[in-house]
């Protein structure tokens, strides 16, 4: 019985994604968790599929373009009773999984984000738009509208139970993906924490994030 799954979309992360999956498994060994790694390709064109296969991960393919289409797929795949989450560019360190397993298997959470606003950003991991405006101001509009106290709705790394999943049924095919998920563990009342994270600067690619443009659809999902 897989116990913990970890899913990562992928598109073109040949650089970073052994490197994702690599440390996922290393938690897993170090922690005796019986773990599977998921990558989900989105119509890579580089090596990606075959780098991640090499560093041990099951590799699913989405052929709907979009963030959230990715997920979808690796998350209807994932057989583990708790889920991990995170972009396959090496900015979420892996390594950090144990602490939100902790509050997941020994503090019965339901699910758990992480924030980088609380936590550490590397110098040029962020930019100053999504730092210091972006994300505090679309956070604040969701903690307002759903009566939360998250820190940090847009962080990547999440990790959440099997049983969560099924309740939220997430159905976003874009960026709006990582808004629509915090919305329906709050709309679930799911018992929720946060984890403190490092936020590392992407390796060797511009970023898939289209500011104002995504911003904006996430704003129109909070409405």
């Not at 989105?42 to 989405?62: I, L, Q």
């Not at 990790?159 to 915090?182: N, P, R, V, W, Y």
């Amino acid at each position: 019985m897989v116990e913990v799954s970890v899913v990562m979309p992928c598109l073109d992360e040949e650089k970073t994604v052994g490197i994702c999956v690599e440390k996922a498994i290393k938690v897993f060994k170090e922690n005796n968790i019986d773990g599977e790694v998921i990558v989900a390709d989105n119509g890579s064109t580089d090596n990606s599929v075959e780098v991640a296969k090499k560093a041990g991960a099951r590799v699913v393919f989405e052929k709907r373009k979009g963030y959230g289409s990715a997920y979808l797929k690796g998350l209807n795949e994932a057989k583990g009773e708790y889920i991990i989450i995170a972009d396959s560019d090496n900015t979420y360190d892996f390594l950090e999984i144990p602490k939100f397993l902790k509050l997941l298997m020994n503090d019965h959470y339901d699910f758990v984000s992480g924030t980088r606003l609380k936590g550490k950003i590397l110098p040029n991991a962020m930019p100053g738009l999504h730092k210091y405006i972006g994300n505090p101001v679309l956070t604040k509009i969701l903690n307002i509208f759903f009566h939360s106290n998250f820190s940090d709705i847009h962080c990547g790394l999440k990790a959440f139970t099997k049983e969560s999943l099924k309740k939220m049924d997430l159905k976003c095919i874009g960026m709006e993906f990582a808004s629509e998920i915090s919305i329906k563990a709050l709309k679930n009342k799911l018992k929720m924490g946060e984890v403190p994270i490092t936020l590392h600067p992407s390796i060797g690619r511009e970023p898939k994030i289209h500011s104002f443009r995504d911003g904006w659809r996430a704003l129109r999902l909070i409405f």
